[in-house]
């Protein structure tokens, strides 16, 4: 299991550079850049930077073709999107892309962009199938998909290639047309190397482990049919549901330092909303598979020390000097980034097994947090997840038609 | 009306060069007679034409039509084949005959001079090795990616399709290409789906396979046979149960770990017959290549 920095704004510079930060500690295998807030030149160069300090690092570039479809509203926030840096990238309407021609020329201007800087492997653009997987979303998603090998070839590199499927969590809901467009998708005559998997979602604004089951059991199904059929899946804004996905065969997770990085959602690119506040800092306890708030930990870890997960970035919330406050947004990403990585050691992906065992244990010891007096969590800290993981984790075995 | 068996006597003069004609299995509307040409042993195959018994029925035409179309597809795709795999064609080229008033499509393939496996599974013998089970699934594999370059799908791959050769370099030989589908053809199907429902593979159960079928029904049928021949024992069906019981286990009932049987089987193999007897189609892995480089003994 690998896993990579979502890469997006405020990514920070020298010693502040969240990314090289991540792969110097050996927290991440590599990241994916986003161009909507990084200017080609600094995404060239960070790339260039990776290339060099980290070779074995894989330097990935979405090209958030999916906001395409938003691109017309002048209210939208496109970012460096609609700047000169991306020249492949216009707005589009829903029936321009319904022509195969489109599609083809559209794939062209995005693949031969990527040839040109220095990615390890190419994403092909996609666009987000709403609701369900029979969508007239979902007819040009795979034509996306059918075409992205032939140009890839064409543009004349050699370089692996994914291609960008992204689907409404609702669409993995329905488990009849799920399986029909996995059955069409995993057979194609000129396949992809693989594929990056982004569940939408309406907003980023909710937790990332707080995931409906029946999309939970859809997405590691979609993980376990492709890699069974040979395809490498890296699925973005995973953030903790990356081992669950690894388990189910899935090669690599990314996750951020915003909530925009741990959920996907358009939402980042509509129009802002008044208010928003500053985040608190969070603690990613791989034993309660969820973050608390920093002054959770403080009060909880007398108590329960076993919340701690025992690796390098415990050291980042010191309880005696600040109250478990981490210095700065690279300590805590930085953390995320070490626990998440610690539930695949060596990089061996999980198996199912592991996962149960993940939420038995994480029912059982928020049943003794919150048997203790004054010491419940709640909101985004509670367990209410777990009930979630675990139907989820069920569903999926009983859709991949293993024994669990 | 279906036209009558025909006796060899009658075939004799119809087809004068083949010596020895006698017939050697029957089945459905297809007569199979053994004779030799010029010392070579082939087989003819004579396929009963029904007449409408209404010349005015347009059902009964159809269905006519429709016979003597599968004959002409089967035909056209083993002219097409040059697996080793695939049983291939003999003297006779396809003709219609009129023969005592009634209309036969014969023609002939090559004689393969083995059992099936079928008869090897009912004669209750000794158990293949994996380094055989293995080249069992490799040539139908191979066979699998002959026909689906075509878009074809063989829709009737089960042990008593394959024969067992002596001859190394072709173990086993499919044959009857029957009811086999094409993807880019009209259907011509109209007396409902036809199968073998022991050896049905799930998606054939729906009633709208023609929109997703495609070579992993051979996939799921291959890994039937392998393990059905490895094993001794079908992985899903029993012998006492009845076609709708029969069905309903091929819908809902998981197969049996090969492993369970075949202890002596390396884990991988096992692993893979059983990833293949999976209910969904996505959930088979469909790389042909890959899939014929674990059958690498």
């Known amino acids: ?404 | 009306m279906q036209p009558p068996k025909l006796p060899p006597s009658d075939l004799t003069p119809v087809f004068p060069h083949f010596r020895g004609i006698h017939e050697i299995g029957f089945g459905g509307f297809k007569t199979v007679y053994k004779g030799t040409v010029g010392g070579v042993s082939e087989v003819l195959k004579v396929i009963s034409i029904p007449a409408p018994d209404d010349p005015t029925d347009k059902d009964q035409i159809r269905f006519q039509e429709e016979c003597v179309a599968r004959v002409r597809r089967e035909v056209a795709i083993l002219s097409r084949c040059h697996s080793p795999f695939m049983v291939k064609l003999g003297s006779v080229p396809l003709a219609e005959h009129v023969i005592n008033d009634f209309t036969y499509s014969i023609y002939s393939e090559e004689f393969l001079d083995g059992p099936d496996l079928w008869t090897l599974i009912k004669a209750k013998g000794a158990l293949p090795t994996e380094g055989e089970a293995k080249q069992l699934m490799r040539c139908l594999l191979e066979a699998i990616k002959e026909i689906w370059a075509m878009r074809f799908i063989h829709r009737d791959i089960k042990p008593a399709n394959v024969m067992k050769l002596a001859d190394p370099y072709r173990p086993f030989v499919l044959i009857d290409l029957g009811i086999a589908f094409g993807l880019l053809e009209t259907g011509i199907t109209i007396q409902g789906v036809p199968r073998t429902n022991r050896y049905l593979a799930p998606e054939m159960a729906n009633p709208n396979f023609r929109s997703s079928l495609d070579y992993r029904t051979d996939l799921y049928t291959t890994a039937l046979t392998v393990f059905e021949y490895s094993a001794g024992k079908h992985p899903i069906a029993e012998d006492s149960d009845d076609d709708m019981r029969t069905i309903s286990r091929a819908l809902h009932q998981a197969a049996r770990p090969l492993q369970t049987m075949r202890p002596d089987f390396s884990p991988a193999f096992c692993q893979l017959i059983d990833q293949l007897l999976k209910k969904k189609p996505s959930l088979r892995p469909a790389n042909l290549d890959w899939l014929i480089a674990q059958t690498e003994i």
């Open chain 1, 1 to 404: 299991m690998k896993l990579y920095a979502q890469q997006g704004y405020g990514t920070g510079t020298g010693e502040n550079d969240r990314i090289t930060a991540g792969l110097a500690a050996g927290y991440i295998q590599g990241a994916i850049i986003s161009p909507k807030d990084f200017a080609r030149d600094r995404a060239v160069a960070l790339m260039e930077q990776m290339q060099r300090d980290f070779p074995n690092a894989d330097r990935l570039f979405d090209p958030q073709w999916y906001a395409s479809i938003l691109a017309h509203d002048p209210d939208c926030r496109m970012g460096k999107l609609v700047s000169d840096d991306y020249s492949y990238f216009e707005a589009r309407r829903r029936p321009q892309l319904e022509s195969e021609a489109q599609v083809r020329t559209d794939l062209e201007q995005c693949l031969s962009f990527q040839a040109d800087i220095p990615i390890t492997a190419a994403i092909a653009p996609g666009i987000v199938i709403r609701q369900r997987f029979n969508s007239n979303e979902a007819v040009i998603a795979k034509n996306f998909v059918r075409n992205a090998r032939q140009v890839w070839t064409a543009v004349g590199d050699e370089r692996p290639l994914y291609v960008t499927l992204a689907m409404d969590e609702e669409a993995l809901q329905d488990r009849q047309a799920l399986e029909e467009f996995l059955a069409e998708i995993t057979i194609l005559d000129a396949p992809p190397d693989g594929f990056y998997l982004l569940v939408h979602n309406t907003t980023s604004g909710i937790d990332p482990e707080l995931i409906d089951p029946r999309t939970l059991a859809g997405w590691m199904l979609m993980n376990h049919s492709l890699n069974l059929n040979g395809f490498r899946v890296i699925n973005g804004y995973s953030d903790i549901l990356t081992p669950f996905l690894a388990a189910a065969g899935g090669a690599a997770g990314a996750t951020g330092w915003f909530n925009t990085q741990k959920v996907f959602s358009l939402d980042r690119f509509s129009p802002p909303t008044p208010g928003g506040r500053r985040p608190v800092y969070r603690y990613l306890s791989t034993r309660l598979l969820n973050s608390i708030k920093f002054d959770e930990l403080q009060l909880l870890r007398g108590r329960f020390p076993e919340i701690l997960n025992g690796l390098e970035t415990d050291q980042f919330y010191d309880p005696d000097e600040k109250g478990s406050l981490p210095d700065s947004q690279l300590q805590e990403i930085l953390q995320t980034w070490e626990s998440i990585s610690s539930f695949a050691p060596d990089g061996l992906s999980p198996k199912l097994s592991a996962c149960r065992g993940w939420i038995e244990t994480a029912i059982q010891q928020y049943e003794q947090i919150n048997f203790s007096p004054g010491m419940r969590l709640t909101g985004r800290s509670n367990g209410d997840h777990l009930d979630s993981l675990k139907d989820g984790l069920k569903l999926f075995a009983e859709l991949a038609e293993v024994d669990f």
